[in-house]
């Protein structure tokens, strides 16, 4: 199975700043890679598939990049509802795997 | 729009069984794939299983097989989740995902709460 790592475990950034999260892939996926925000109580939201198409209505601050086994999502000008917890997921092997996780917290 | 709406919490004795709903709208069930998901807590999200929406071909994640059986109604539009011999380790939110490889509709999650 693919192991997918993500760091940092936590990121503390202060609103309007920008947040620099990293994803790796145990081996190459290509680009078949996705972004999620989670908020406490909600469902998890799809920001990114593809590593770098931004789904519908996700606002352009969103942007991810990378492939094979390096992955990035950048969040520019954190707004408040922005700090999350984001993880990524590949869609490349079965079964489909996911990072811990990075949590965005206000500095 | 589409939406996905899971049943509610469920507590249940260790060895018992947890069947939990996925009733979908917005979009066309049949053309798409419902994948199940969980997250214990302090652990990061587990992909456990997928379901076809026009001919109910599954695949198992390894570690679920033999204890987990996905069915949909096409009828209702609803998949299912029917977890067996519950385990403490089984606690977790339970969410079902509308699978287009990744997921891009989430239903709003289903605790599982499993005492001895």
């Known amino acids: 199975e693919i192991v997918m790592t993500q760091s940092p475990a936590t990121l503390s950034v202060s609103p309007g700043e920008r947040a620099t999260l990293s994803c790796r892939a145990s081996?190459?996926?290509?680009?078949?890679l996705a972004w999620y925000q989670h908020k406490p109580g909600q469902a998890p939201r799809l920001l990114i598939y593809?590593?770098?198409t931004r789904a519908a209505g996700v606002p352009a601050r969103f942007s991810g990049s990378g492939s094979g086994t390096e992955f990035t999502l950048t969040v520019t000008s954190l707004q408040s509802e922005d700090f999350a917890l984001y993880f990524c997921?590949?869609?490349?092997?079965?079964?489909?795997?996911f990072g811990q996780g990075t949590r965005v917290e206000i500095k | 729009q589409v939406h996905l709406v899971q049943s509610g919490a469920e507590v249940k004795k260790s060895g018992a069984s947890v069947k939990v709903s996925c009733k979908t709208s917005?979009?066309?069930?049949?053309?798409?794939?419902i994948s199940w998901l969980r997250q214990a807590p302090g652990h990061g999200l587990e992909w456990m299983g997928w379901?076809?929406?026009?001919?109910?071909?599954?695949i198992y994640a390894q570690k679920f097989q033999g204890r987990l059986t996905l069915t949909t109604d096409t009828s209702t539009r609803t998949a299912y989740m029917d977890l067996r011999s519950l385990r403490s380790d089984d606690t977790a939110v339970y969410y079902c995902?509308?699978?287009?490889?990744?997921?891009?509709?989430w239903g709003q999650g289903t605790l599982v709460s499993v005492s001895s």
């Open positions: 995902a509308r699978d287009t490889a990744y997921f891009d509709r």
């Open positions: 917005g979009y066309t069930f049949i053309n798409s794939a």
């Open positions: 379901i076809s929406g026009h001919n109910n071909i599954t």
């Open positions: 081996q190459s996926i290509g680009i078949n």
């Open positions: 593809g590593a770098s």
């Open positions: 997921q590949q869609f490349s092997n079965w079964p489909k795997t």
